[in-house]
């Protein structure tokens, strides 16, 4: 018997409702849009679990792929703190955290998670967005105007969410988009029938998953214009257009990221302006996080966000218990330009405090945060970098600088800010600049590893990038009742290496005979402690 094994029947989904259990029994059950609505609502967006964290419930249980946060150079190990724990993030997290050859394991070669998760259940999100369309077929010759409206924007939805789910796994699983070679790279099988199929499923070129990434994104604007917003929660014809910029600037097509990000720009949600900007919540008396529900500039967020949990956060109290916890990388924190930039960024993005880097952006408590995605969410900011980036690259720089000033005097202190600190730039200085803005602003939001992917082969100014982490062990020392550091171990990612593409998991190519891996080498390291 052939399988497949990725496509999780519908009805596995976590967190299923007993009307998915129903449909997944009598597709009759389908009778009219309200039900394609809550199918849709329920199964097709990433779902919000309640808590979640690596020191709770391990990293493939309720999150989606939290490993991107620590894959690239935003964050660092905490040397400090009295208490370690072989359940936390710099533990369980080691295979992702060091690009090792198995993600799944800890240092001593346990399994620490099931590196099938996201895999599965993006596969399980797009199978749901493939039922719907399929169920929606039966409502296309409805004289009703009402019920067409409605199943268009449902449609519309699904063509952006089975789009972007697509977009995330050719990027975690395929090598970056270069055009000389996208027609041969292996990204992920493509998979956009509603059925169980009786065959072994092979990997698609990253030119066929961009190519169906464009179709479903662009059918999503189409559908979606002109739409009423539903809320945050729920795509909109700005949601379409940014990830369509997204997609056009990664594959270095910068006159349409140039046009889908301009209609954002002109069109989308106003940019939040630092300059004023804070307060507190009137039920939980907290500081207002920049990342809420009601921030102008926030255009569409999908899943929850268990990051806060994993980092050492503006309350100290996570470095303080977890020594494997993780702060803000000296990196990321010199980005900022501490000393010298009036960037109001560092008192609403990271902050130092104590001796301590920390984060933010969206750090209200120790749980989860449900009100928001930290790998699933977008901002009009992204669409003026997008555009700056674009442009730049295309040799319209004036439109470049125009774009980053309006970004960049809604971060400045207005005290301070200067519309003419960009006149010197041009060139590779200039788009090496804006790269550097993204960086500050769509910090620790899922774009970094992505973005330090792309900068190796795009097609103006590449950039050669080699990553170093350190990794730290401790143990108890039973005279003192305290943790001590027993090893430190800097691991190295250079920029050829293949770990800049995650490997299929191991059961779906023992399942689908035939698929190749990504290939992956053994990972070594240096003592430095």
């Known amino acids: 018997m052939k399988h497949l094994y990725f496509v999780i029947v519908l009805f596995l989904l976590c967190g299923c409702s007993s009307f998915l259990e129903e449909y997944s029994q009598d597709k009759a059950y389908i009778q009219s849009y309200e039900d394609l609505d809550e199918l849709l609502l329920g199964n097709a967006y ?21 490993w991107v946060h620590f894959i690239a150079d935003e964050l660092q190990q905490v040397r400090d703190g009295f208490y370690w724990s072989s359940n936390g993030p710099g533990w369980a997290g080691f295979g992702y955290y060091t690009w090792q050859y198995r993600v799944d394991q800890d240092p001593e070669g346990n399994i620490t998670w099931n590196e099938d998760s996201d895999f599965q259940k993006l596969y399980a999100h797009i199978n749901a967005c493939n039922m719907i369309l399929e169920e929606a077929k039966a409502f296309e010759n409805s004289k009703d105007e009402v019920i067409q409206e409605n199943v268009n924007r449902i449609k519309g939805e699904c063509f952006f969410l089975r789009g972007s789910y697509y977009f995330l796994l050719a990027n975690f699983y395929g090598k970056p988009y270069e055009t000389s070679t996208a027609a ?25 998953v961009y190519e169906q990434v464009e179709k479903d994104l662009l059918e999503a604007e189409h559908l979606l214009k002109d739409v009423p917003k539903k809320s945050i929660y729920r795509a909109d014809v700005h949601a379409a257009r940014l990830m369509l910029s997204r997609m056009y600037l990664y594959m270095c097509d910068y006159e349409k990221a140039v046009e889908y990000a301009s209609l954002v720009t002109t069109e989308g949600p106003a940019l939040e302006d630092l300059n004023g900007f804070g307060g507190t919540d009137e039920m939980t008396g907290l500081a207002i996080d920049f990342l809420n529900p009601n921030l102008s500039e926030l255009i569409f967020s999908t899943g929850l966000a268990p990051f806060a949990n994993n980092v050492a956060t503006d309350n100290l109290r996570l470095i303080m218990q977890y020594g494997n916890s993780f702060q803000i990388s000296n990196e990321l924190y010199q980005a900022y330009a501490p000393e010298t930039s009036h960037d109001l ?34 901002r009009t900011s992204e669409a003026y970098l997008n555009l700056a980036e674009a442009a730049a690259c295309a040799g319209d720089e004036a439109t470049a600088r125009t774009a980053l000033k309006t ?37 620790l939001e899922g774009h970094r590893w992505f973005d330090l992917r792309r900068y190796r082969v795009a097609a103006q100014y590449p950039e050669e990038i080699t990553l170093e982490h350190i990794h730290i062990n401790k143990s108890l020392n039973m005279l003192t009742g305290t943790f001590e550091i027993e090893w430190e171990r800097k691991y190295t990612l250079p ?16 399942k689908n005979t035939g698929m190749i ?6 990972r070594t390291y240096e003592n430095i402690y």
């Open 495 to 510: 920029s050829d290496d293949p770990a800049w593409v995650l490997p299929i998991p191991r059961n779906e190519i023992e």
């Open 407 to 443: 970004l960049r005097e809604k971060r400045i202190d207005a005290t301070y800010y200067s519309p003419a600190e960009l006149e010197g730039l041009s060139g590779e200085e200039l788009v090496h600049f804006i790269r550097e803005e993204r960086r500050r602003e769509l910090c």
């Open 517 to 522: 891996n990504n290939p992956r080498n053994e």
């Open 184 to 208: 041969t790279d292996p990204a992920v099988p493509l998979k956009l029938s509603p059925y169980v199929e009786d065959i072994y499923f092979q990997r698609n070129s990253v030119a066929d």
């Open 46 to 66: 990433l779902e919000k679990f309640n808590g979640g964290s690596w020191e709770m419930t391990g990293v493939s249980g309720n999150q989606y792929y939290a």
């Open 345 to 378: 960024r560092l008192q609403h993005y990271v902050v130092s405090k104590s001796g301590y880097i920390a984060y933010k952006k969206l750090a209200n408590s120790l749980t989860a945060t449900l009100e928001m995605s930290d790998v699933f969410l977008m």
